[in-house]
């Protein structure tokens, strides 16, 4: 018997719930925790939080991982630890869209090194394409500030080398080592972020909304993916994701103000297509490594 409509539209819903999730909470962070405590006390409550969450969910010290995978998640962790600090670095001056079209570069690049196939270099072209488009080049009157731009690169390149090194473990339960490795995350936020972070002493309040931050920009986000991706084949959820930095323009639009230029969303437009397109044509090896 064929599955009702509503059952195939539930795995989409949660992936769109993901998504609207995510930047529902990213961009309460940016309005309510980037003026008292930075970018980088926001990113450190964020990942300490989500951490905390999980371990409690998941339990992680009760699975047997050896050395070698430990040391993956660690650098797993880092890593993301690494791109969460520098992708919110970069929202402090660049609208939230298109932060998030310029860090897909990373998981579109990885596609392209991993597969070499013809098509795949035709996504990565129409992405930069875009990019070029908005990237404060000399003669290109973006209006984007430089450093937000580097930052917002970083965070790219920091999410493809996550990909990369999450493949090396994606044979564990993925719970317990997004767990583990939020540990690590933190432990690279931590010290960077808590410098910042003074202002929680006089506004305790803030603990609150940074465990809210965790809670809607992290553990729902990651437990919607988990449910979806049990539902959907890799290739299915690598196009409804790629999404994201339009999803991105428009939550930011209603809760942030931010406007965008005909030009930054033709470049955003640019980017989702450049992502089904990687999506529907990967290999299914590299489908599931980007995914």
């Known amino acids: 018997m064929p599955p009702s409509i509503a059952t195939r539209l539930v ?30 006390g926001t990113s450190a409550l964020r ?9 409690v969910l998941w339990r992680p010290w009760q699975a047997t991982i050896t050395r070698r995978e430990l040391k993956f998640i660690a650098l797993y962790g880092m890593t993301l630890g690494a ?14 869209g298109l932060a998030v079209a310029i860090e897909f570069i990373g998981p579109l690049t990885v596609t392209v090194i991993y597969s070499r196939k013809f098509t795949d270099f035709i996504w990565i072209l129409l992405a930069v394409g875009g990019m070029l488009m908005i990237l404060p080049l000399r003669g290109n009157q973006s209006g984007l500030d430089v450093t937000g731009v580097l930052f917002a690169l970083i965070a790219a390149f920091g999410w ?6 999450g ?70 959820f690598g196009i409804l994701v790629s999404m994201e930095p339009a999803v991105a323009a428009i939550v930011a639009f209603f809760l942030l103000a931010e406007n965008l230029t005909l030009i930054q969303i033709l470049a955003i437009a640019l ?5 089904i397109g990687s999506a529907i044509t990967a290999r299914p090896q590299i489908d599931t490594l980007v995914n």
């Open 11 to 40: 795995p989409f819903l949660l992936v769109l719930g993901s998504i609207v999730s995510l930047g529902i909470g990213t961009s309460l962070a940016k309005a309510f925790l980037f003026p008292l405590i930075g970018a980088t």
């Open 47 to 55: 990942t300490g939080f989500s951490a905390l969450i999980l371990l």
């Open 83 to 96: 791109m969460n600090l520098f992708f919110y670095l970069a929202l402090k001056t660049i609208p939230f």
């Open 160 to 165: 493809g080398l996550y990909i990369v090194f």
């Open 167 to 236: 493949k090396k473990i994606s044979h564990l339960h993925s719970g317990q080592t997004v767990a583990i490795g939020l540990v690590f995350a933190s432990i690279v936020t931590f010290p960077v972020g808590m410098s910042d972070a003074g202002a929680i002493i006089t506004h305790p309040y803030l603990l609150l909304i940074g465990l809210l931050v965790a809670v809607i920009s992290s553990s729902l986000p990651m437990t919607l993916e988990m449910a979806a991706l049990k539902r959907l084949p890799h290739k299915t």
């Open 271 to 275: 980017s989702v297509t450049a992502g």
